[in-house]
Nanobody, 120 residues
Framework: HVQLVESGGGSVQAGGSLKLSCEWS???????MGWYRQAPEKERVTVAR???????KYVDSVKGRFTASQDNAKPIWYLQMSDLNPDDSAEYYC????????????????RGPGTQVTVS
């Protein structure tokens, strides 16, 4: 099983930045990696995905503000978030799918426990 653990969440003022990290273990092959968020009483939103070709996809609301990337030397991927606003407040999860290598679906087999981001 793939195990994922997020870190880097916290509280920040509007306009500020945070960088989330996700460390994974239990698998060494290629996989679709993603970040999604869930706010109370709101639908889950996948904010970024990285497919096995290294291509990234972003939801429109974060384009130009969020950047997803992978560490080439370590099993870690990141979500750099800038110009944050209160609408970005949510629990953020990193996620992975071993079969959907091009991230065509908005579904993931595995996810981490989440990290809270609060923007005020």
């Amino acid at each position: 099983h793939v195990q994922l653990v997020e870190s880097g969440g916290g509280s920040v003022q509007a306009g500020g930045s945070l960088k989330l990290s996700c460390e994974w273990s239990g698998y060494t092959g290629k996989m679709c990696m993603g970040w999604y968020r869930q706010a109370p009483e709101k639908e889950r939103v996948t904010v970024a995905r990285i497919d096995t070709s290294g291509r990234t996809k972003y939801v429109d609301s974060v384009k130009g503000r969020f950047t997803a990337s992978q560490d080439n030397a370590k099993p870690i991927w990141y979500l750099q978030m800038s110009d944050l606003n209160p609408d970005d407040s949510a629990e953020y999860y990193c996620a992975a799918d071993l079969l959907d290598l091009y991230c065509a679906k908005d579904e993931f087999e595995y996810r981490g426990p989440g990290t809270q981001v609060t923007v005020s």
